[in-house]
């Protein structure tokens, strides 16, 4: 592994690539720390891209952003008290509490550090646990890669915000909008209902960026039209004057405090590593189940809510943990547990690439290239956020009502570019429309995008097996890995649900 | 009647009547056949699951309404969204990027951005003053222009204007 890695430091530190990784960084934090706008909007909005840049630079890109996402959800976590992204919630806590008491510097200083720590721990536990998981995954046939799909699936949609059934329902849309076009096996058109452009299948782009972004922008949007935003707005003039008058000399984040805040990054880094590895669970429920257990541990337990750096710590590391671990499932078996990692699976896909056991053996160079990127990417965040971090706060005052129709714009023609075509505009507005709706009513988005992206896969392997037993659908539980998966799935769901009950 | 009530409700109506309509599709649909395992299958899987979802949520409301603790579905952090500003929003933004598109592939697609840009941001920017009306959506468009034209070079049919 290690001559690997070696091999593939001529590419991961080309010019060109180190550059995108500044660049993919800079945006990162600067769309982070915009409240609404996240990392993994500016990915589904950079997508098109991907086709026009090196595999190596578009991978340097998207890694930047996604971890300058993660980092700059908390700047407006802890300097306004509003999470710029949902990750950064459970940081608001102690984050906000830490600036009001005139500690802004200290609390964002603890924050990129133990991000920069737990994001590493977790790139490190990728590295060596994808390789052999993906060899694992190649004597998979179909009916365990159907169990495994299945298994992904169910605790995706069952861990979405706690709600099951609504995650189920939407992984099953997201199905359904995989099977429009041709039938693999037949070839006969499903789904279209007579509409030629529709037989080739809707394309990821429009999908991703329609369900992600375009719908996420209307809900801006209307919150910009009713001036709610106006409030927000004030908040943030009100407490950006009350820095006015501060000395940050008197603000900076001394050795022996960094140093009593690295017990809670460490449990951070350990549950969030642990919390991404698995299909649905995400970065909130990883910060938040950090910031309890460091809380539980801690032995100021009683400051933590009111400022403590262990707090933002935990939280902030835990959040940030799951940034190389949830890409496990995505390199091991070709399935995203995150919509981060679908995000990269889109990408993967539109750069030829095959997200799945094989990816690792076709594009050796390629994949350990991005191991390498993305150490480096969490390197280049400290020391951007080191030296920006003055600046940072001040990012989050940019008006969205400016940011918000650019965006839309950048969305419509990006998505145009993608492939020249024009019905891939009018599918990013139809699932635009379906994001929307699906939002209004509570719907979570991810299982969605995850049901789109792994439908064929999933289809694939259920017709293979069941053509294996004759049309019989009890082949799919004569496989012990396959009776394995499902069981792991119900346990999971019974923990996790649990685990929710307890925080809430 | 309580809107959280009304959203499962409506969820629970749209779910099933999702699956209600694909699984007469299959029914009475021309599909074309194939051995052993019918193209339909996947499909009719995911038919089944929104069936089964839209049972399950309505049973739970039931549920938490016999008791009366319908607020206990209520998400924590949920937003309740105005749902005039969602309409007036989709329908600016998506009806205005239809027509935006339209007027990208017949008018051009710099002067189609920076009218389009200008409109949004009328209408949507709290405080819009007139100086940052002129500047930003020209700016956008410079943005548009270099990006998608110089440096990726997109295929457009021929228009009227640039």
Known sequence: MVDLLIEASALAFHPYVLMYVFLGVLLGITLGAIPGLSGDMAIALLLPFVFFLEPAMAMGLLVGIYKGGLFGGSIAAISFGVPGTPGAAATSIDGYQAKLKGKPSKALHTALYSSVIGDTTSDLVLIFIAVPLAAVALTFGPIEFFALYAFSLILIAALSQGMVAKGLAVAAIGILLAMIGRDPITGASRLTFGMPGLSGGLSLIPVLIGIFAISEVVIQGSKLWRRKVDKLMDDVAEQASLLQGYDIRKDKLTWPEFKATLKATYIGAAVGTFIGALPGAGQSLAAFMSYGLAQRFSRKPEEFGKGSLEGIASAESGNSA???????????FGIPGSATAALFGAAFILMGMTPGPSLLTDNTEIIYALFLTLIFANLVNLVLGKFLLPYYSRIAMIQPGYMIPAVFILAIVGTYAANNSVVDVWVLLFAGV??????????????????????????????QSMIMGGGDWSVLITSPIAIGFYVAAFALILLFTLALRAKT | MNRTITRELLSGALMLGLGIAGLLHIQYGAWRPAPLVPSYIMPQTAYYFLIGSALWVLGILGLYALRGKVSALERPGGDAQDLVAVGVSCALMLGGGLVYFWMVLNVGLIVSTVLFNAVLVAVLAPNVSLKGLLIVPPLVGLAVWVLFQRMIGITLPPSLLF
Not at chain 1, 322 to 332: M, R
């Open chain 1, 434 to 463: 379906l994001g929307v709706t699906l939002r209004l009513m509570s719907f979570p988005l991810a299982p969605l995008v995850l049901g789109f992206i792994i439908g064929p896969g999933a289809e694939r392997a259920l017709r």
């Open chain 1, 322 to 332: 799951t940034a190389g671990s949830t890409f496990i499932p995505l390199f091991a």
